[in-house]
């Protein structure tokens, strides 16, 4: 059988589409990520600056090397906007594997408590009515293509005390 330009058509869109479908599962697989919190470390708290380090764990279920060039956080406590933060810093992640996030956060206590006045009593008397919400935008660099994935995080301030990671976020609901 000698080999024709067809042959070569339909085994160039055979190839095309075995291609697509893997990298399709593969972007699936990375869509089906879990973030969850790891730790912080206090670097310095007064009454005017404030500058933590928050470590995040990223689990990344596909067999890609992913990696983030950014990630865009905003913080809300009752549906209210505390405060928005973000790193700029290349992180890499590895295939398989749950990588540290690193994200250092700077903000003002004073203009936070001032923002928080009514909720005081809560925090102390009611903190599981006490919601905190973590919406952050995580932009990755894979192959030749830039991904954004959105995350949310919910909880109160009575499992955080408790240590507990559950997220009750209504769009992200599963526990790491």
Known sequence: MKLEKKHFIAGAIGL????????????????????????????????????????????????????????????????KKIATFSNKNLVVIEPKTTSVL????????????????????DFVLAPEKVV????????VKLLMFNISIPYEYVTTVKDLIADNQQNKSTTQKEVC
């Open 16 to 79: 095309v589409t075995v291609t697509g479908a893997v990298l399709y599962w593969q972007y699936k697989k990375l869509m089906d990520y879990c973030i969850s919190f790891k730790n912080f470390k206090l670097r310095k708290i007064t009454l005017n600056d404030a500058d933590l380090d928050i470590f995040l764990n990223f689990k990344n279920k596909s067999a890609m090397k992913i990696n983030i060039t950014s990630q865009d956080y905003v913080a809300y406590i009752n549906d």
């Open 102 to 121: 690193p994200l250092n956060v700077k903000f003002q206590p004073i203009k936070l408590v001032n923002s928080l006045k009514g909720l005081s009593t």
């Open 132 to 139: 905190l919400k973590v919406k952050c935008d995580i932009k």
